[in-house]
């Protein structure tokens, strides 16, 4: 297979024996974001730009604290997203401050009339204008938005070797399937990046490989919950000691599971 510095982590991830091979791309891809953001874009002002209009979901917040790379590094993100979003927020507010006062002396016959009129009150308008931003924000993510565009590139590279090497085609259809998130992936990449005939060949395999898959990994949580019953004490456990931590990977993908 003839490797390029592009082709080498695709490649290198499905030599590896796992449930997902794109989780191993999107864990390795979260790492170096994580590093990237507490270093070498720190003091540069478009990353701190970013950190500060889009900050961090809740996942890599906690990866951010808890890997303890630089705390003066994510004290200082921290601070500067802080002045950002009170910024805002205290603007919202301030435009609408006099006529949420105002709409506090409404009197029983305004409220009766707006109700009947289906009229909103400035202070309604007010929530409504900080609800959309707070549902913005918790849609936003610094860390996720550079894994979700580097994972895209990442599934054109899929699709040009599979295309091209069949060395790759091989390895690609003796995977072990694909978490539900990176099977949906590959599902909506195909209708992109492949004609019809050869999203048809595709879509094939990749079916067959997954049901197949899912199919032995039912299996083995089946038989794990039967070992719980006395009467196979002495059976072997087979594959299902880790089936139940194999499972809810294969469905949500790369967890922390303790």
């Not at 002002?45 to 906690?62: I, L, Q, S, V, Y």
């Not at 399937?177 to 990449?189: E, Y």
């Amino acid at each position: 297979m003839k490797e390029k510095i592009y082709t080498i982590p695709v490649t290198d991830a499905f030599k590896e024996a796992c449930q997902c091979a794109l989780c191993l791309l999107d864990k390795k891809l979260e790492k170096d974001y994580a590093e990237y953001v507490l270093g070498a874009s720190l003091m540069e002002p478009d990353g701190r730009a970013e950190t500060n209009k889009n900050g961090f979901c809740r996942k890599h917040f906690e990866l951010l604290f808890n890997s303890h790379l630089n705390s003066h590094g994510l004290g200082l993100i921290m601070d500067t997203y802080l002045l950002n979003e009170n910024e805002i927020i205290m603007n919202m507010f301030e435009n609408k401050s006099s006529a949420i006062k105002k709409d506090s002396q409404l009197t029983i016959f305004n409220n009766i009339t707006n109700k009947a009129t289906m009229k909103q009150t400035e202070t309604q308008k007010f929530i409504e204008e900080i609800l959309t931003h707070l549902i913005a924000q918790e849609s936003k993510c610094t860390i996720c938005g550079k894994i979700n565009y580097t994972m895209s590139r990442y599934i054109e590279v899929i699709f040009y070797l599979w295309l091209k090497e069949e060395e790759f085609k091989v390895l690609f259809n003796n995977k072990k399937g694909f978490c539900l998130k990176h099977f949906k992936l590959l599902l909506d990449g195909s209708r992109n990046h492949l004609k019809p005939a050869q999203t048809a060949s595709f879509v094939d395999s990749l079916m067959d490989m997954q049901l197949k898959n899912m199919a032995e990994l039912q299996k083995d949580v089946n038989w794990f919950t039967k070992k719980f019953d006395y009467r196979n004490n002495d059976a072997p456990w087979g594959n299902s000691k880790d089936s139940v931590s194999r499972s809810i990977q294969k469905i949500v993908g790369d967890c922390d599971l303790k």
